[in-house]
Structure formats: C-alpha cells, structure tokens
C-alpha cells in the first residue's frame, strides 16, 4: 500500500518517470540494472532481506544511480550502514509526502537530503560537543521515543500503525523494545514513566 501510493507520488511530478517498483533485494538489482534509473528509492527491509548489503553493489548494476533511503529504520546501526553504502538521502517514512517528493528532486539533483533525527546523529558523531542526549530516554530510538508518545497518549498499537504507516507487527516490536529498555512490564507502567517524563500531553 506504501509501495503504491509512492509511486502515485512521484508519478505526478513534473519530468518524473516511475520505471519500476519491487518489494525484493532481487527485484531491486534487476530493476536498476535494466532501466538505469536517476535516484532509487529504497526500504531497507524488503521482502527477502535487507537492503543494506547491496547499496554498494547499485554502483556497478547501476552507474550514476543516487540512492535515496526511505524506510522505518532509524537506529544507528542502519543510519551509519546506508550512508557507508551511499546513500545521498535518508527520510521516514512518517515524512509527510510533500516532504518525500521534495527529498527524492533534490537527490536527483545532485544534492544530499537527510531527516532531521539522522543529522543530528551524523553530527553527533563527528563532533563530540554535540553529544549530550537532550532525550529523557537517551536509550529509546528516535522512533522508539515517538511510539512511547503515542503510547503515554493512550493509543492503541493499532492507532499508532495507522498513523505511521507500518504494519502491527513492526509496532508490537517496536514496543516490546521499549518496555525491555524501560524495565516496564506492562503498558501502564510505561505510560506512567512516560507521562512522569514529560510525554504524552
């Protein structure tokens, strides 16, 4: 549904041709491999894998391809393994779309397009002063923390799917990680950490 309503994006921009779309690592190599395409815009969790360990090899499928990332994935370990695979864009997928189209035109641009979260880590890595966690949960994604807002709000796993777009299964983890980081055992303790922080109002 994601898949399809990106390309009904890009589709309606001006001088934007959509040359191909797949759900697998496969189809993704065959696909710039065949039609050359100006950006590739990829997820990092496809059908049958990860994309992450075939950014690399786009350069050769496909020479002069810019990758532009648009996944669910924010935790440092995919940040900093996109951008070593080349990536000149990396932007949620809880962008709004206007955003997203933005984002892929200047890519194709020549120019490098990053969500505001990814900056700041690429920031703070290169520049230690800038390393203070300003989160009351340092330990929480940046994804992770939004859920728990969502979640000190009262809503459901279902609400907060619908909201950004990612199947059930993927918020349902994505709480359980936060009860194990938060040592909550239930929804309710984590609501009341959550609110005592601060979230949720």
């Given at each position: 549904?994601?898949?399809?309503?990106?390309?009904?994006?890009?589709?309606?921009?001006?001088?934007?041709?959509?040359?191909?779309?797949?759900?697998?690592?496969?189809g993704?190599?065959?696909?710039?491999?065949?039609?050359?395409?100006?950006?590739?815009?990829?997820?990092?969790?496809?059908?049958?894998?990860?994309?992450?360990?075939?950014?690399?090899?786009?350069?050769?499928?496909?020479?002069?391809?810019?990758?532009?990332?648009?996944?669910?994935?924010?935790?440092?370990?995919?940040?900093?393994?996109?951008?070593?695979?080349g990536?000149?864009?990396?932007?949620?997928?809880?962008?709004?779309?206007?955003?997203?189209?933005?984002?892929?035109?200047?890519?194709?641009?020549?120019?490098?397009?990053?969500?505001?979260?990814?900056?700041?880590?690429?920031?703070?890595?290169?520049?230690?002063?800038?390393?203070?966690?300003?989160?009351?949960?340092?330990?929480?994604?940046?994804?992770?923390?939004?859920?728990?807002?969502?979640?000190?709000?009262?809503?459901?796993?279902?609400?907060?799917?619908?909201?950004?777009?990612?199947?059930?299964?993927?918020?349902?983890?994505?709480?359980?990680?936060?009860f194990?980081?938060?040592?909550?055992?239930?929804?309710?303790?984590?609501?009341?950490?959550?609110?005592?922080?601060?979230?949720?109002?």
């Amino acid at each position: 549904m994601f898949r399809d309503a990106l390309v009904a994006l890009l589709a309606g921009l001006p001088d934007t041709t959509v040359v191909a779309a797949t759900d697998t690592v496969t189809g993704l190599l065959a696909g710039c491999a065949d039609h050359h395409p100006d950006v590739a815009v990829i997820d990092l969790e496809l059908s049958d894998g990860s994309a992450l360990g075939v950014l690399g090899e786009l350069g050769t499928a496909s020479p002069g391809c810019r990758i532009m990332v648009l996944t669910s994935d924010d935790d440092d370990v995919a940040v900093y393994a996109a951008l070593r695979g080349g990536a000149h864009g990396y932007l949620l997928k809880s962008s709004a779309p206007a955003e997203i189209a933005r984002a892929v035109t200047s890519v194709a641009a020549g120019d490098a397009v990053y969500d505001g979260s990814v900056t700041d880590r690429i920031l703070r890595r290169f520049d230690p002063a800038q390393s203070a966690p300003t989160s009351p949960f340092p330990q929480l994604t940046g994804r992770e923390l939004e859920v728990l807002q969502h979640i000190a709000r009262g809503h459901s796993n279902a609400q907060i799917a619908d909201h950004y777009v990612l199947s059930l299964k993927t918020v349902r983890n994505h709480v359980s990680n936060i009860f194990t980081k938060l040592g909550a055992t239930t929804r309710a303790e984590a609501i009341v950490a959550a609110r005592e922080a601060g979230l949720g109002r």
